[in-house]
């Protein structure tokens, strides 16, 4: 039978929520720009150089992320998933919690979750006093995690962004590096029961979580469909789940391309101006009346049939097919925010179910059109193409 040394029980107990709180030494946080602390366990610093902070009088709020903990080479040292970038670009600042790896090892870095609960605590009234109206705490891996566990203690969040959570032990090793298919197992199934309880019991705020397929830090095993059940019984708060069903790969599948469509959906939702309703936010289809005013379309007003997608990119947009071989093409801000919204009407060539139009630059958008299904294709400046799966609008 297997033997588990104290420090695995204490760490699996921790993450059910039934471990007396663990006195540890208070860890010193401090604010750093362009430098890293080398004897410091945690600090905060600006997440990115091109996004300098706008301040609580111009952003749309702040935007927390908590990095992977430093399995494969993923921790404090790479930069926020390409999702987050958006998030900065579009009008949030963004700051990042980090966690020296070295002095985090040798912590046992899972049993420290209060004092990194309280270090974002303070972080975040101190972000608030200053006038900051709206936090989001964002992370992957273990950092997913640590933004889930917050939102149970910190009031008044805004949202919280959660991409392959997990509590940090597992992907085949303890904390001590054992490695047995017996701990595995129950480190893996204790991180199910954290997730169970922890949606069970987080506030009414804007979740947006993603379960990946094939997460190597959770050995195979899905969750999505049984958050989903306990978000949908819950009916008080906005989320949306990308479940292993939607091409996600991987613990840090959300840092591909692949998810690009979800990063500019994930905008939407998190958009201030707009509140969604309680339950689930369906990506593709709830974002669609705020992506269509983005690009000053009104669907349908041209009298034309209205289509509405997203490319593999992750750009919205919209087409309207007219009389006499005319296009309305809409696109939005794309999942980095660096496209300005616009629409405009264009000549096409129409050969049966087909059509072909010139976007500027020599662009070329072909599409094929069946009843109810419209597949579109566009040609890009570096050679490659997107793919854009639309669906009718108003039907």
């Given at each position: 039978m297997i033997q588990f040394d104290r420090a695995?029980?204490?760490a699996l107990l921790l993450m059910l929520g039934t471990l007396p709180a663990i006195a540890a030494t208070p860890i010193e946080?401090?604010?750093?720009?362009?430098?890293r602390p080398a004897a410091t366990p945690l600090w905060f610093e600006e997440a990115?150089?091109?996004?300098?902070?706008?301040?609580?009088?111009?952003?749309?709020?702040?935007?927390?992320?908590?990095?992977?903990?430093?399995?494969?080479g993923r921790g404090?040292?790479?930069?926020?998933?390409?999702?987050?970038?958006?998030?900065?670009?579009?009008?949030?600042?963004?700051?990042?919690?980090?966690?020296n790896s070295r002095l985090a090892e040798a912590a046992q870095w899972q049993s420290q979750i209060q004092p990194l609960i309280e270090a974002l605590a303070q972080e975040i009234a101190d972000a608030k006093a200053r006038g900051y109206r709206r936090v989001v705490i964002a992370g992957q891996g273990f950092g997913g995690g640590i933004a889930i566990e917050s939102a149970l203690?910190?009031?008044?969040?805004?949202g919280i962004v959660a991409f392959a959570p997990n509590t940090g032990v597992g992907r085949g090793r303890s904390d001590q590096g054992v490695s047995t298919p017996d701990i595995s197992g129950e480190l893996v199934y204790s991180n199910q029961r954290w997730t169970s309880s922890r949606l069970k019991t987080i506030p009414a705020l804007r979740l947006f979580v993603v379960f990946p397929e094939a997460d190597e830090q959770m050995l195979g095993n899905e969750r999505g469909t049984d958050a989903r059940k306990e978000l949908e019984a819950r009916g008080d708060l906005s989320f949306a789940l990308i479940d292993e069903n939607n091409g996600i790969r991987g613990n840090a599948g959300a840092d591909t391309r692949r998810f690009d469509p979800f990063a500019t959906c994930m905008?939407?939702?998190?958009?201030?101006?707009?509140?969604?309703?309680?339950?689930?936010?369906?990506?593709g289809t709830d974002e669609t009346p705020a992506a269509l005013a983005q690009m000053g379309v009104k669907p349908g007003a041209s009298g034309g049939q209205a289509w509405f997608g997203y490319s593999?990119?992750?750009q919205e947009t919209y087409l309207e097919l007219l009389p006499g071989n005319r296009i309305v093409y809409g696109w939005g801000d794309g999942p980095l925010g660096k496209t300005a919204p616009g629409v405009k009407i264009f000549d096409a060539k129409f050969e049966?179910?087909?059509?072909?139009?010139?976007?500027?630059?020599?662009?070329?958008?072909?599409?094929?059109?069946?009843?109810?299904?419209m597949r579109v294709t566009i040609e890009l400046a570096d050679r490659t193409r997107a793919a854009v799966d639309m669906h009718p609008i108003g039907r």
């Open positions: 695995s029980v204490c946080t401090v604010t750093v720009h362009g430098r990115y150089d091109d996004y300098p902070a706008l301040g609580p009088e111009f952003a749309k709020g702040l935007v927390i992320w908590n990095h992977p903990i430093d399995w494969a404090p040292d790479v930069p926020p998933i390409r999702a987050i970038e958006g998030m900065a670009a579009l009008g949030w600042d963004v700051i990042r919690l980090q966690r203690s910190i009031k008044d969040l805004y905008n939407y939702f998190l958009e201030p101006d707009r509140t969604p309703q309680p339950g689930e936010y369906h990506c593999t990119r992750g049966g179910a087909t059509f072909t139009f010139a976007l500027p630059d020599a662009l070329m958008v072909r599409g094929v059109h069946h009843g109810d299904e």
